[in-house]
């Protein structure tokens, strides 16, 4: 079992920056894949980036491609996305996920675990 821990949300005018940071417990995740989704109000879970193993290829969406960058350090178990460049319709809750496998990870049926969410409130 893997549980998820995210941190970095938080209230941000449009053009700003946040970090947000996601730390797991229970078992290694060195080989695992691990991404973001969000869910902003009345919209579905839609994927926003994803980091595999080996070699840490990094996939993002459409919108947030050359504005978000995801990371991860395998030492501390944890995968990172810089968001810059936000904007308000970047709003909503960002959810950590793992997939148990180094496959790729884009639709919510690849995703094993969830993280509890991390609000990002962008102001116009």
């Known amino acids: 079992q893997v549980q998820l821990v995210e941190s970095g949300g938080g209230l941000v005018q449009a053009g700003g920056s946040l970090r947000l940071s996601c730390a797991a417990s229970?078992?290694?995740?060195?080989?695992?894949?691990m991404g973001w989704f969000r869910q902003a109000p009345g919209k579905e879970r839609e994927f926003v980036a994803v980091?595999?193993?080996?070699?840490?290829?990094?996939a993002a969406a459409d919108s947030v491609k050359g504005r978000f960058t995801i990371s991860r350090d395998n030492d501390k178990n944890t995968v990172y996305l810089q968001m810059n460049s936000l904007k308000p319709e970047d709003t909503a809750v960002y959810y950590c996920?793992?997939?148990?496998?180094?496959?790729?990870?884009?639709?919510?049926?690849?995703?094993?675990?969830w993280g509890q969410g991390t609000q990002v409130t962008v102001s116009s």
């Open positions: 980091t595999t193993w080996p070699g840490g290829s990094t």
């Open positions: 229970g078992r290694s995740i060195s080989s695992y894949t």
């Open positions: 996920a793992v997939r148990g496998a180094a496959q790729s990870m884009a639709e919510l049926h690849d995703v094993d675990y």
